[in-house]
Antibody, heavy 119, light 111 residues
Framework: QVQLVESGGGLVKPGGSLRLSCAAS????????MSWIRQAPGKGLEWVSY????????YYADSVKGRFTISRDNARNSLYLQMNSLRAEDTAVYYC????????????WGQGTLVTVSS | QSALTQPASVSGSPGQSITISCTGT?????????VSWYQQHPGKAPKLMIY???YRPSGVSNRFSGSKSGNTASLTISGLQAEDEADYYC???????????FGGGTKLTVL
């Protein structure tokens, strides 16, 4: 079945860096757009970044632009999020998600990985 | 402040129907038939319930339905069941560089 498994979360100090990974299985990864979406503790969902199937189209939320970099390796069925200059407000569960089409239909979602930015 | 506006909470008794609204603008909800609804139980990942305004993914109960009028989309759950108690989020494709915008979420309580 379709599965997305995130890894790489943890505790990091403000200004630090972290790289999240997402391993995909059960579908042809290279056919799909992929997104990262986050949820701060007790808060709602916030779309973070999106990458097209070939990687040539990338979007970022204004809140992370210039600090985060999304990438993918279709040969390894993997999605990545490099997060630099982390701030306390980046603390959240980060979900990897498959986008069906290019109009925001997100299905499925991974189980999420928690990123905590604190000194 | 979320881009799409949802009520913070709604409630209903088992067997009843409830509707959750999601209001945006002509740049998102009103401009595209690309509204989705997600159900999230505590500690779990969101699950797609409705896409493209009114389509249900395979396996989702037909008690869930979606609609749209102008800049407002709606999710209706009929025949409420205890397991429907969860947070519900709407989202929409947007013409801005943000690509996808979410609502702030609605907590559904089954009384």
């Amino acid at each position: 079945q379709v599965q997305l498994v995130e890894s790489g979360g943890g505790l990091v100090k403000p200004g630090g860096s972290l790289r999240l990974s997402c391993a995909a299985s059960g579908f042809t990864f290279s056919d799909y757009y992929m997104s990262w979406i986050r949820q701060a503790p007790g808060k709602g969902l916030e779309w973070v970044s999106y990458i097209s199937s070939s990687g040539n189209i990338i979007y970022y939320a204004d809140s992370v632009k210039g600090r985060f970099t999304i990438s993918r390796d279709n040969a390894r069925n993997s999605l990545y999020l490099q997060m630099n200059s982390l701030r306390a407000e980046d603390t959240a569960v980060y979900y990897c998600a498959r986008e069906v089409g290019a109009t925001g239909r997100i299905d499925p979602w991974g189980q999420g990985t928690l990123v905590t930015v604190s000194s | 402040q979320s881009a799409l506006t949802q009520p913070a909470s709604v409630s209903g008794s088992p067997g009843q129907s409830i509707t959750i609204s999601c209001t945006g603008t002509s740049s998102d909800v009103g401009g595209y038939n690309a509204v989705s609804w997600y159900q999230q139980h505590p500690g779990k990942a969101p699950k797609l319930m409705i896409y493209d305004v009114s389509y249900r993914p395979s396996g989702v109960s037909n008690r869930f339905s979606g609609s749209k009028s102008g800049n407002t989309a709606s999710l209706t759950i009929s025949g409420l069941q205890a397991e429907d108690e969860a947070d519900y989020y709407c989202s929409s494709y947007t013409s801005s560089s943000t690509h996808v915008v979410f609502g702030g979420g609605t907590k559904l309580t089954v009384l």
